[in-house]
Structures are given as structure tokens and as C-alpha cells.
């Protein structure tokens, strides 16, 4: 009994209970399977500016949901598990999606506006920065001094890719840095226009 109330706890301190480990489940899905539709898929959903003037709008959207190979989509999935543990309750599910369609907004015209040599971008890792940024300012809104700490850990992480390029962990690979920065700053602007609720489980 004690070990079934032990694991019932730790579940739901890392917000894989009930409907929270169904959604994240539905996240991890979203973000892997794309990778069985091969390069083909990647290159018919990833960002490209031309395509998308020519009118395939999908792309805005399924770029955040293709990825480089196996290893960038695994790296994806990790940096979202770690978030969920954060700031899966930091809002309710609508107000999530809500969230992330404001920092897709964000990215894609960070990518429009303010990249047009930009030739073509696949991943999940902007959107990451955004949930990031818009959980730092639940912390703070909700009166916890830690999202003070996790946000200038933010900054400074950003700081580090404008000036000095990606972390080591992505040497080698193409990351454009740019787009944690938009993905940040439209997860900034939803955690400022949504209303965070005040449940936290540590």
C-alpha cells in the first residue's frame, strides 16, 4: 500500500498523473512519429520560406513537429519531460494550448519578419524556449522567487547562443539559435496574458 501511495505521489509530483500523463504521452507520440516518415516528410513539413509564399501554410505547423533524425527528436522529448515536470500545472490544459499557439505565432514571425535569409528550420526545441519562458512567469506571477532564477538562467543561456553560438551538446549540428530566442519571447508574452494558477506540488 505504501509503495502504491509512494508511486501515486511521485506521479503526480511529476505531472504524470491521470489526464497529464495521457497528454504528455500524446506530446512524446506527436514528436517521434513524424521521424518514420523518413526525409521525404521532413522535407514536406519543415519550414521553408518560398514554400510557405507559395502557399503551403502547413509548414508554419508541422515544422515544429519535424526534426533532423532520431537523436534531435529524442533531445526534444527529454527538454519536454523535464518541463512537464516543472510547469505541467502552472496553467490548465486550454490555457497551454492557448500558450503554445502564441509562441508558434511568435516563432513564425520571428522567422518571417526578422530571418528572411533563413532557408529552412525543423524542431521542437523553439517552442521548448517558449514553454520555459511562459512557466518562469507563472513562477513569478504566483509569488515563487525560483522563476526569477529560471528566467535569468534563460537570459543567460540565450545570451551564450547570440554571442557564442549553440551549447556544445548541438556542436556540429545546424541550430538556429535564433528561434529560442522568438520561441522565448512569445512564451514571455503568453505567460504575461494568461492567468497562471497557483498549485504547486514542491
Partial sequence: MNTARTSAGLARRLNLDGRYGFALLTCVVALLAPL????????????ERSAVAAGQWWRLLTAHLAHLDAHHALLNVAGLALLWALFARS???????????????????????????????VGASALLHGIFACGCVAWIRSGDRLGFIALVLLAAKLAWEHYGGPLPLMAGRPV??????????????????LRPRHERLY
Avoid at 490544459?93 to 528550420?121: E, H, N, V
Avoid at 528561434?179 to 514571455?188: N, R
Fill in 36 to 47: 518514420a516518415g523518413g526525409d521525404a516528410l521532413r522535407t514536406a513539413w519543415r519550414y
Fill in 91 to 121: 496553467y490548465s490544459p486550454l490555457q497551454w494550448l492557448l500558450g503554445l499557439f502564441i509562441c508558434t505565432l511568435a516563432i513564425d514571425a520571428g522567422f518571417w519578419m526578422l530571418a528572411p535569409g533563413l532557408q529552412w528550420y
Fill in 176 to 193: 538556429v539559435t535564433a528561434s529560442h530566442l522568438y520561441g522565448a519571447a512569445g512564451g514571455l508574452l503568453a505567460g504575461v496574458l
